[in-house]
């Protein structure tokens, strides 16, 4: 059985390679109090919350309604430890308008009391043929962040601006895409 021969040998061989290795590789003392100056800096990113309004929305039996509100719970904070790490956060907001009418979008973030700890407002132009996009990012850092972290719920009052009559047979949607990216630090 000159296959087993050759598996012995081969298994010797790479023993003897794991000794030779091990004997002549190269060691330090390992310094374990590095550990106590260990500093993570994880970095998440998601998604918040997403919304696409059609026209026919702000439209009631043929007459501008103007405009929608919406309250969500929303309390990202709630857990201890992500609430003492946590050293920034970064809001991001796009709007997408492709009606022919102007709008705001505020939202409103509030605390269990439904007390608002913080407007954003985004505004829209109105659309002449072709959707108008804005961006905006908001950043929450030192006593802004603090107050960030009592919210509970956010809320949306989407306005629309004056302008020519909206019909039934007008065509359109306002959406609404946002992300947060949250910068933790942990000791």
Not at 44 to 56: E, G, M, R
Not at 153 to 172: E, N, R
Request: a negative charge.
């Amino acid at each position: 059985m000159w296959y087993l021969k050759k598996y012995k040998l081969l298994k010797n061989g790479w023993i003897f390679l794991i000794f030779l290795l091990s004997a002549i590789s190269c060691s330090s003392e390992l310094d374990f109090d590095q550990a106590n100056d260990l500093k993570l800096t994880p970095v998440f990113v998601a998604n918040l919350t997403y919304f696409n309004i059609p026209v026919s929305a702000f439209i009631e039996n043929n007459i501008d309604g103007g405009v929608a509100i919406d309250v969500e719970d929303f309390s990202p904070f709630r857990d201890a430890f992500f609430r003492k790490n946590l050293k920034k956060t970064v809001l991001n907001f796009e709007v997408e308008n492709s009606i022919s009418r102007a709008f705001s979008v505020d939202l409103l973030l509030l605390n269990e009391n439904n007390i608002p700890i913080d407007t954003i407002r985004l505004s829209v132009a109105a659309s002449n043929g072709t959707t108008v996009t804005v961006n905006q990012t908001v950043v929450f850092e030192g006593e802004r962040l603090e107050a960030l972290q009592q919210m509970a719920q956010v809320g949306f009052i989407v306005k629309m601006a004056a302008g020519s009559p909206l019909t039934t047979d007008s065509v359109g949607s306002i959406q609404l895409r946002s992300s947060a990216t949250i910068y933790l630090e942990i000791e």
